[in-house]
């Protein structure tokens, strides 16, 4: 399984120095083109309240205080992302209208399905990778599992008996992973976002669910939900009785989501360019800084050049996970 433990400190290798480069790298439009000339749209493609929502916010509001033009933000959840990516594309390519999208949207997708309505690397243009946040593995607060290891003998107990909210794609797909390294197997149960995953889990309507740390860590230090694990290889400060995968004996499972920015492949370059000098701006701020502080979330900050370079491993990265698990193809 090693192919897989390496991944983030391959992303960590290539975005060091990044945000020092989208900054050299981008221009200004000329003084006869401004940009942007009217409001942007941040497309989502999560319900509110997820990680990437959340993300979405935050950048909305500095966009529009740096650009002079108001940034709202749009969630158009359901349909594995489809839905989201068409009215990106389906909207005028001149910037204004750009997906806030997860790897699922921006990676997953292209490994996991036979008949993808978009390809990410030829119809969307990347502007900037901007978050990434470990997953963490929870229970309802009720549950009788203290730990991975009640858990996972429970389910080698009653094989196919447990189920578990799923997001996304990605997060079934890291979750059968976990079940693979585990010896078990569970049923999955679709949800909007990993944010209606977590519900599901707080109301007890499913025995587990694999979700996005930086979204959840109130929920478990409010005891709204129970964390068995986190998918990292150390504790975090921020959740310190929640085991790492090593400590709960998953040591091959470090799992992690990450969100980019990304406009339809016919975009202006110019456009292009001024996008991702206003991500770079307002991810390099106090604000963002100040704003994700006790988040469990890491600034991931690129060039265009490096996110496609990044979405291009990621997506050979999700084929090797998709043929690992035997994940039927949709």
């Known amino acids: 399984m090693p192919q897989h433990s390496f991944t983030r400190r391959r992303w960590l290798a290539l975005l060091g120095g990044a945000g020092l480069a989208a900054t050299q790298a981008t ?6 083109e401004p940009f942007p000339s009217r409001p942007l749209k941040l497309v989502v493609p999560f319900p509110p309240g997820s990680g990437t929502d959340i993300a979405a916010r935050h950048f909305a509001r500095l966009l529009g205080e ?20 068409q009215m990106v594309l389906n909207a005028p390519a001149d910037g204004h209208t750009v997906l806030l999208g997860s790897n699922s949207t921006l990676a997953t997708n292209a490994a996991a399905f036979r008949k993808l309505p978009y390809d990410p690397l030829v119809d969307l243009a990347p502007i900037s990778l901007l978050v990434g946040a470990p997953v963490m593995l929870v229970v309802p ?13 429970d389910a080698r107990q009653r094989p196919g008996a447990l189920n578990y909210g799923s997001g996304s794609i990605s997060y079934t797909l890291y979750a059968e992973w976990m079940d693979q390294l585990a010896g078990i197997k569970a049923t999955p149960i ?12 707080m109301a007890g309507n499913v025995d587990f669910a694999i979700v996005d740390a930086s979204s959840t860590v109130e929920l478990v230090k409010s005891g709204r939900v129970r964390g068995l694990m986190l998918a990292a290889p150390q504790r975090s400060p921020l959740m310190p009785d929640v085991p790492s995968a090593p400590e709960a004996g998953l040591a091959a499972f470090d799992a992690f989501t990450w969100v980019g920015a990304a406009v339809a492949a016919r975009t202006p370059p110019e456009a292009t360019r001024r996008l991702a000098e206003l991500f770079t701006q307002a991810g390099r701020s106090d604000e963002t800084r100040k704003f994700y502080e006790g988040q469990l979330v890491n600034m991931r900050l690129s060039t265009p050049e490096d996110m496609r370079r990044y979405q291009v491993e990621e997506i050979a990265r999700w084929k090797s996970l998709v043929k690992l698990t035997g994940l039927e193809l949709q």
């Open 66 to 85: 740096m650009s002079g033009q108001p940034a709202i933000v749009e969630n158009k959840p359901g349909g594995n992302g489809f839905i989201a990516v």
């Open 141 to 153: 607060p009720t549950s009788r599992y203290r730990s991975v290891a009640d858990l996972v003998a």
């Open 190 to 201: 679709n949800y909007k976002g990993s944010g209606d995953a977590g519900a599901a889990v």
């Open 27 to 32: 221009g200004a439009l000329a003084a006869t």
